[in-house]
Nanobody, 115 residues
């Protein structure tokens, strides 16, 4: 079973940028879609962005124009570039891969945006 490991989280000031990386332990070819969720303290886990095997992307409204998801099928990785970070972006970010309904999750990486 392919495992996903996130990295790149940390503490950043509002307006700053971070790049999250999700590395797979094997091929991501079986994942028709991959992406990122986030969960803030006391809140539900929300979908942030997705990307299909062919490169089609979708974003939640609050991150459109600020976040960019990318997928490298040769390097078996998915990245999330986050610009113009806001306090409301503070959360644990989870990478996922969806193989026709079978979902693999990463362990999460903390992103904290300070004022």
């Amino acid at each position: 079973q392919v495992q996903l490991v996130e990295s790149g989280g940390g503490l950043v000031q509002a307006g700053g940028s971070l790049r999250l990386a999700c590395a797979a332990s094997g091929s991501i070819d079986s994942f028709n879609s991959m992406g990122w969720y986030r969960q803030a303290p006391g809140k539900q886990r929300d979908l942030v962005a997705t990307i299909t095997r062919s490169g089609n992307t979708r974003y939640r409204d609050s991150v459109k124009g600020r976040f960019t998801i990318s997928r490298d099928n040769t390097k078996n990785s998915v990245d999330l570039r986050m610009d113009s970070l806001q306090l409301e972006d503070t959360a644990v970010y989870y990478c996922f891969g969806n193989d026709l309904g079978y979902v693999v999750w990463g362990q999460g990486t903390q992103v904290t945006v300070s004022s």
